[in-house]
């Protein structure tokens, strides 16, 4: 149990187009889903938390307007990441927590590479 | 502000020996701390989750212990073996947020 995925896996885009990555909870309700970035050789840095139906909460130092967070379900966080450029070329990682769970648990998806020619 | 440091960043040894990672984070007012494991390129894989209110946590040959006072965690692995080379990460859930707060990770490389 306790599965999340994110889809795609890996994306190569030219700069100024947008991309967007899904992340969902398989087989338990998430109400919270958390975004996370990922240079190389660093540590995970979390981007925003996302709670089903209500805005997302950003960092200190991420753009909210080009970092683009939608929870429209249980299931379903997704991450737009729009004018993309080589700078935000990452390894963006999702995790969720899920709605019975009290010990704020949090499961993680295998991550999307995300390259910006 | 809350900073988890891990020492050492990277670790290489020979198989069978039984290993200690460290973890320290500066504010003792956490709600868990969650071990994770890291294969290059990949997501995470939860190894072991302490409450606040536990001492230790034990998964086959992994142990994890928690000193919340001193503001410690260690990771313990016995016997180790080619298949635990990864970046090991714990992370720190401070009190009353849903955050995770990641260390600076530890490279481990088991050679046969």
């Known amino acids: 149990g306790a599965v999340v995925s994110q889809h795609p896996s890996w994306v190569i885009c030219k700069s100024g187009t947008s991309v967007k990555i899904e992340c969902r909870s398989l087989?338990?309700?998430?109400?919270?889903m958390f975004w996370y970035r990922q240079f190389p050789k660093q540590s995970l840095m979390l981007m925003a938390t996302s709670n089903e139906g209500s805005k997302a909460t950003y960092e200190q130092g991420v753009e909210k307007d080009k970092f683009l967070i939608n929870h429209a379900s249980l299931t379903l966080s997704t991450l737009t990441v729009t004018s993309a450029h080589p700078e935000d070329s990452s390894f963006y990682i999702c995790?969720?927590?899920?709605?019975?769970?009290?010990?704020?648990?949090?499961?993680f998806g295998p991550g999307t590479r995300l390259t910006v020619l | 502000k809350q900073e988890v440091t891990q020492i050492p960043a990277a670790l290489s040894v020979p198989e069978g020996e039984n290993l200690v990672l460290n973890c320290s984070f500066t504010d003792s007012a956490i709600y868990n701390l969650q071990w994770f494991r890291q294969d290059p390129g990949k997501g995470l894989t939860s190894l072991l989750l302490?409450?606040?209110?536990?001492r230790e946590q034990t998964s086959g040959r992994l142990n994890a212990s928690l000193d919340k006072s001193s503001g410690r965690s260690t990771l313990y692995i016995a016997a180790s073996q080619p298949g635990d080379s990864a970046t090991y990460l714990c992370a720190v859930g401070p009190y009353n947020t849903d955050k995770l707060i990641f260390g600076t990770g530890t490279r481990l490389q088991v050679f046969p």
């Open positions: 087989d338990f309700q998430a109400t919270t």
């Open positions: 995790s969720a927590r899920g709605l019975e769970r009290s010990d704020n648990e949090q499961f």
């Open positions: 302490i409450q606040s209110s536990q």
